[in-house]
């Protein structure tokens, strides 16, 4: 977009906002996220009431009501006891965010507001603290791949929809999900201990110890936390051989474990120092892809046994991350320094021998049925510093502001092999990349009066990527490309006002963007001509998004809701290309339009009773014939649903002494989706039809001991979440990921 095209743009969509805010403030408010707290009077006893909600969603404090965005909070541990503790399930209950699951621990694409996950480089930003996790290059497996961190130590997660490239840079396109940790202790020792079983219907057992000591080492000078978690997840996909016999049982089984260290120095009021640590490994031996019987239906190919005809290969996610961070507060500005380290290696191995085998036997001119196997093979990761300094001043009645620079350097690997048996150069390739980038930012927030406000921000940052390539065989052809560079300058920016009606309501507008950077890119040969058929470069995309929303409170305190209306522009995306079975990347030609609302609301009908839901429909479409990704003008992205939806509910109760009750359950609603682009070349479009999962728990406390019991997927739904329709041939390998079977479990935790 050029700069003149964005001032028009912004000059168009000021004009809009300014009309729609006086008809939100009269329709709106009957419309229903902010997480609820149940304040606590003095004498112990609850009140219905909802407790202000601190976020930190635009890098400083500020309640959840006057922060000019649409945010989620959520607090881990109130899913944990509730068998709900990953990020999966975390996210199905949360409104304007799609999750794609990856079929085993740790893996799966994050999306919302329309802004799918294409190609490689993420478009959802996920950052531990301050600290980003994720990979700015096309050349890992950054975007499938991610740090649960919810076993850890964290306050909260906080979700912020929609682009985020001012305060935190490239690839937040949609938006980012920010894991918050507590503060080590400096004045008492507390901490926690938890052990949990579980059983997955028609699978495996599974265990799951977390642990917690967080102490005073100098009373109020230095405290360190300490955690650790260790889980076991039952698998329920067996192996079986071509005509479903069985060779071995729940082969999709892993593990995840990892520790954390954080250490808190603050000697004074004035200067804080943080120290953090954390290392997490998952291991799995098969994902939870099933064969399924062909694209008319969603059977299972092996009758009512979710079964996979793939021999199983081990596969690992290794994530260390360190970072150290230095405030100090010089009274009318504070200065923020933080460092920080992260490491992620991923490794897999997975049968393609039904895929490829019999195009194997034809370039090798062997008679069908000559290859017996054919396998994928591939390591991935990436080394990542990042130097960030902001200074922001303080909480003033008229002018706030933040200035920032921030400094990364990213190293990243990627090998891919196919070994045949017999032996056959089906495809070979390495790709290692450098990511360098400077960037500077500013925000400030100019308060006309206490009710009125306006936000202005911009980023520019400077990337350069390069490329090392080189690739054998009869997919990719020979390739030896060394130091392919790419330079880029992007702009990004920011504008958000935000009206506070009364102390219940407040209404707030946005225009904001976001990029990805550009790419070098992979070489894919055609055998018959030797011609390379992919562009010679990903060049960086951007999103604008234009939003309203209104935030409040009502029926005096009892209840809280938050509704927004939002509207985004992506043009030149970077998108996924496949040819001959691999695939590469390269820029759309025009580019799709997503709008959208999302609407939720929590109530306290009652004392110890808490009531919440929360509604999203997202509509994400070509803006034109798109031939190089099989998509025509007006379609749907696929897997990406239009409507979601999810209900919860707690019911509080005293049951003897100490003692407390707590009955609850949810339903998690996902609508209709598409499986691929209608013209996709080598794959099927089918319609993955809509689910509604429940979920119920019961659990007894005292304050010091937890017991819970809880069931996932009350009805033992066999839907599927995901899927893809491969045509080999004359014939269609189907294959999908089904929601988990229901689990059945029971947890205890020890606070201390």
């Keep these: 977009m050029s700069k003149r095209h964005k001032i028009i743009y912004w000059g168009k969509l000021i004009m809009k906002f300014k009309r729609m805010l006086t008809p939100l403030s009269v329709s709106l408010t009957v419309l229903f996220s902010a997480s609820p707290v149940l304040a606590q009077s003095n004498d112990g006893e609850s009140k219905l009431e909802m407790e202000e909600i601190i976020v930190t969603a635009n890098r400083r404090e500020m309640s959840l009501q006057d922060v000019p ?56 930003g996920i950052y531990l603290d301050d600290t980003p996790l994720q990979s700015n290059t096309a050349f890992t497996t950054s975007a499938g791949v991610f740090l649960d961190a919810a076993l850890f130590d964290i306050e909260r997660i906080e979700i912020i929809k929609g682009p985020q490239g001012t305060l935190f840079g490239a690839s937040s396109v949609g938006g980012l999900m920010r894991y918050i940790t507590r503060d080590p202790s400096t004045d008492e020792l507390r901490g926690h201990v ?29 405290g360190i936390t300490i955690s650790a978690n260790q889980e076991h997840i039952g698998g329920y996909v067996d192996y079986v051989d071509g005509a479903g016999g069985l060779i071995e049982e729940d082969v999709d089984g892993g593990t995840v474990d990892g520790y954390a260290v954080d250490v808190l120095f603050q000697p004074n009021e004035e200067f804080r120092f943080r120290l953090k640590y954390l290392t997490q490994s998952s291991e799995i031996r098969s994902s939870s892809n099933v064969n399924l019987a062909g694209i008319d239906n ?19 996610i290794d994530f260390d991350v360190a970072s150290a961070t230095l405030s100090y507060d010089f009274g009318g ?56 300094v902001r200074l922001s001043s303080a909480k003033t009645e008229k002018f706030d502001w933040s200035i920032g620079g921030l ?32 960037a500077a930012f500013a925000e400030s927030t100019y308060y006309f009066n206490e009710k009125f406000d306006v936000t202005a921000g911009i980023r520019i940052s400077k990337n350069q990527n390069i490329l090392d390539f080189t690739s054998n ?24 006002a935000r009206y506070r009606v009364n ?20 070489a894919i040969i055609d055998p018959a001509t030797g011609e390379d058929l992919a562009p010679k470069v990903l060049f960086a995309d951007e999103a604008w998004s234009s939003e309203v929303g209104v935030k409040g409170s009502f029926l005096d305190g009892m209840g809280s809701f938050d509704f927004a209306v939002w509207h985004i522009d992506w043009q030149d995306f970077q998108a996924s290309l496949v040819f001959n079975g691999v695939s590469t990347g390269g820029n759309v030609e025009d580019g799709l339009t997503a709008y959208g609302f999302e609407s939720s609301v929590t109530l306290r009908p009652a004392d110890g009773l808490t009531l919440s839901g929360n509604l999203t429909y997202t509509k994400s479409t070509l803006d034109s014939d798109e031939p190089t990704i099989g998509a025509v003008k007006g379609e749907d992205y696929p897997n990406l649903p239009n409507w979601k939806a999810s209900a919860q509910w707690d019911y509080i109760f005293d049951v003897s002494g100490d003692w407390t009750g707590n009955l609850g359950g949810g339903v998690r609603y996902r609508g209709d989706q598409h499986s691929s682009f209608s013209q996709a070349g080598g794959v099927v479009d089918v319609e993955i039809d809509s689910y509604v999962l429940a979920d119920m728990n019961v659990g007894i406390t005292n304050g010091t001991y937890n017991v819970n019991l809880y069931v996932t997927n009350l009805f033992d739904s066999d839907d599927l979440v995901g899927r893809g329709d491969n045509i080999i041939g004359a014939a269609v390998d189907s294959t999908g990921n089904l929601v988990r079977p229901r689990v059945i479990g029971a947890n205890v935790r020890y606070n201390f």
């Design 503 to 522: 102390e219940d309501l407040s209404l707030y507008t946005r225009v904001a963007s976001g990029y990805r950077p550009a790419q070098g890119n992979l």
């Design 333 to 388: 500005a504070t200065l923020t320094s933080t460092t920080s380290y992260t490491k992620f290696a991923t490794s897999s191995q997975t049968d393609l021998t039904a895929a490829y085998a019999g195009i194997v036997d034809f370039y090798s001119g062997s008679a069908p049925g000559t290859t017996t196997s054919v396998d994928f093979i591939g390591t991935s990761g990436a080394k990542k510093i990042v130097q960030e």
């Design 69 to 124: 965005m649409a945010v989620t909070v959520i607090s881990p541990d109130d899913y944990k006891s509730k068998g709900l503790s990953g990020i999966r399930e975390i996210l199905d209950y949360t409104p304007g965010v799609n999750f794609n699951d990856g079929g085993a621990p740790g893996t799966g694409t994050i999306s919302a507001r329309g802004i799918p996950q294409s190609e490689a480089t993420p478009v959802f």
């Design 407 to 438: 400094y990364q350097k990213e190293e990243t690997n990627n090998t891919q092999e196919a070994p045949t048996v017999p032996e056959f150069d089906l495809f070979t390739a390495a790709f290692p990349s450098e990511y360098e980038e400077y």
């Design 473 to 496: 065989g009869l997919l990719v052809g020979t390739t030896n490309l060394e130091g392919q560079t790419l330079k880029d300058t992007v702009e990004t920016y920011l504008l958000a």
């Design 194 to 222: 938890s052990a949990e079983v579980n059983t997955t219907e028609n699978g495996e057992q599974g265990q799951k110890y977390t642990g917690r000591v967080s102490v005073p080492i100098i009373e109020d000078v230095l």
């Design 298 to 316: 969603v059977d299972l190919l092996f009758g009512e046994e979710p079964a996979t005809v793939n021999e199983p290969g081990l596969s690992s």
